[in-house]
């Protein structure tokens, strides 16, 4: 039997590495990757691209949605911004690096693409922690952008968002990347672009944070 598409956002991280890992299990991987004008543009894009190298999907594109995010103000895009360290991330209130309205524009890309190439699944490999509490990361976020993708492609709400780590703290999705053999020296979470990670910026701290358990069992 032929087995199902699924097309899997991919930014070079930790969580869409295992997402894509878990979905070649019983799927064709169409890996997306979206280019936003992110500070960390270049290094997440070599980040995806050993993916690729890895894991041999079917079908990969790198798209770019332009400069539209940069209207947000948003330190994540915009280089003149300094991206704040973890430490100052505090309360309820997003993080500077939030991007108003990235997350449902992305998945609507990848929708689009779904359909091109008739992929049964769309997956976002966001996990339970939310370092930089970005409200679009939710559940509700989520079913929403299902509903209207749905109801924008007329597909009768065929194409679920998947979030199969949405329950998993980022600790668990490393352990599962440890079983699933995912190159992680590859992958890329610092926020801020460069050479070297800041080891500073929420997506260090929070990957760090990670690693710690399986570190502290070597010793
Ligand atoms: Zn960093």
Redesign the pocket.
Known sequence: MTKTISVVLTSGGINSAVAAALEAQECRLALLHLQYGQQAQDPERRAFEALCDWLSPQEHQIATLGDWPQLTGSALVEPQHDIEDAAAVSGFAAASTFVPMLSPIMLCAAAAWAQKLGAQRLVWGICADNPGRYPDHSDTARLLAWQLIGQCLGDRLARKVEAPLAQYPKAAVVSLARQLNVPLDATWS???GGHE?????I??VARKAAMAPVAAKKN
């Open positions: 610092c926020l801020r990670p800041c080891r500073r910026c997506g260090c």
